[in-house]
């Protein structure tokens, strides 16, 4: 790593931790994210049949359903009293959408395991000018 970069890296990083933070969502808040962006409809639950069909699917759980010959991918919000209705085309968007932030986040980490390779290569000469710890 060329040490010009290291700085660039540093706030890259710590933007990233601050944004994570920041932006800590549930795990159902992460999934319905992840559903709009992929191209789910949110359909509100109006009528007693719908709010039923909504307490019944599986929470944090996306269902196949097949309605009028179609198969369809639901996945229920039972706090706001909707669904997210996708087929096929949005449920691979949805797939890919959570490999990408996977490769994302594997390649984060492996910018902090590189960061913190670079740091302790510098403790040494650190050491080195303060001599033993032990009292030796």
Known sequence: MRLC???????????????????????????ERRLAA???????????KQLELVSQLDPGSLTLMTRNGKQYY?????????????QQAQYQ??????EIEQAQQSELKADQTS?????????????EAWGSWTGD
């Open 115 to 127: 960061l913190m390779e670079a740091r302790n290569d510098s403790l040494p000469q650190w050491n």
């Open 38 to 48: 992929s191209g789910f409809q949110v359909m509100p639950a109006t009528t007693p």
């Open 5 to 31: 970069s290291l700085p660039l890296l540093v706030a890259t990083l710590l933007a990233a931790m601050l944004c994570g933070c920041a932006t800590k969502l549930s795990r159902t808040a992460q999934i």
């Open 93 to 98: 968007a949805y797939q890919s959408l959570i």
């Open 74 to 86: 639901v996945f229920p919000d039972a706090a706001q009293k909707q669904l997210y209705i996708g």
